[in-house]
């Protein structure tokens, strides 16, 4: 019996390279573990990010940064951002424009009962914009 190379194959010789085969898949079966072992850490360690990332945001309101629970923020949270005392005046109705916000559409109006998903952490230039204006209804 001869190999593709012209060697004559042994049994000794094919033992040997059957135990340099085993040795090699032994050696990737124990990369993958630790390869696996790796991936298993990073997943965790993305998980406890996000997970702090959403429990609080930074946005910006009326130029002021905020940090705010969560990823959601509604209308009346950021109106309470702009004027903490509430309407500076009688028949008052506030207006809220957003942008750069983590949805579609990223930028618009908020009504009262509204809320818009905000992008997560403390990048300031990830921040959500958000400008509240205080109109007196005639």
Known sequence: MTANNGSELTPDKVLGELREVRHDLAEAIAEEHRAEVKIEAAEERIEEIEEELARESKIKVNGRTRTV????????????????????????????????????????????????????????????????????LS
Not at 109 to 134: C, R, W, Y
């Open 69 to 136: 629970e969560g990823r959601m923020v509604s209308y009346e949270e950021v109106t309470k951002l702009a004027f903490p005392s509430g309407p500076t005046k009688p028949n008052t109705k506030f207006t809220v424009t957003f942008r750069n916000a983590a949805q579609v559409p990223a930028m618009g109006e908020l009504d009262a009962g509204q809320s818009v998903k905000v992008k997560p952490g403390h990048n300031p230039m990830n921040e959500t914009i958000f400008n509240v204006t205080e109109t007196v």
